[in-house]
């Protein structure tokens, strides 16, 4: 049961252009919206995350983008730099039950 | 400030096998949980731990267990080891009760079945 999905298994963007990674949800009562991002070899990190009520959240280049009405959020990311290179992954959960993550999508930023 | 670590770095058994793997959180952190990464699929999350008690569990086979020591770290035991067992578990920690708080993650442990 695929709750969270990330269709995109890959993107490649040149460096200094916007990064656009999307995630669809089919669980209209999740809240809570995470993105995590994971280097090889190393446990994934947190990077942003935005609750219902906010369709808009910004930290520095990135900025997450909430559509209810669709069940869809966005991640973008500008400038893009070659270190942004990393698998994105993107969660969604409400209240004390599981968070759901998506399959993730590599990102490539080339020089 | 030390993270969260997990040990081993690698783990091979074979088939009907059992495998433990541990967990140790963020110093302050109460809560554990685990997730499963196997190729291609995204993180699945199989347990939570809060203050040594079991809070959730996700759909994962009675096989998969584990437990919440007094110092709060964590042991996830896998039972009759099955080839699709073979994944990254990852262990993640937080420092509050509410399961969405910040997670932080260690590297994982790669499981092997063959």
């Known amino acids: 049961d695929q709750q969270v999905k990330q269709n995109s298994p890959s993107l490649s963007v040149q460096e200094g252009r916007i990064s656009i990674l999307n995630c669809d949800y089919t669980n209209s009562m999740f809240d809570y919206f995470l993105w995590y991002k994971k280097y090889p070899a190393e446990g994934p990190t947190f990077l942003i995350s935005i609750s219902s009520i906010k369709d808009k959240n910004e930290d520095g280049r990135f900025t997450v983008f909430l559509n209810k009405s669709a069940k869809h959020l966005s991640l973008h990311i500008v400038p893009s730099q070659p270190g942004d290179s990393a698998v994105y992954f993107c969660a969604a959960g409400y209240n004390n039950n599981d968070m759901r993550f998506g399959a993730g999508t590599r990102l490539t930023v080339k020089p | 400030e030390a993270g969260v670590t997990q040990s081993p770095t690698h783990l091979i058994k074979t088939r009907g096998q059992q495998a433990t793997l541990r967990c140790s959180p963020i110093s302050g952190h109460t809560s554990v949980y685990w997730y499963q990464q196997a190729l291609g699929l995204g993180l699945q999350f199989l347990l939570w731990y809060d203050e040594g008690e079991e809070r959730n569990r996700g759909n994962f086979p009675p096989r998969f267990s584990g437990r919440q020591f007094p110092n709060y770290s964590s042991e996830l035991n896998v039972n009759a080891l099955e080839l699709e067992d073979s994944a990254l578990y990852l262990c993640?920690?937080?420092?509050?009760?509410?399961?969405?708080?910040?997670?932080?993650f260690g590297p994982g442990t790669r499981l092997t079945v063959l």
């Open positions: 993640a920690s937080s420092g509050g009760e509410k399961w969405d708080n910040e997670q932080f």
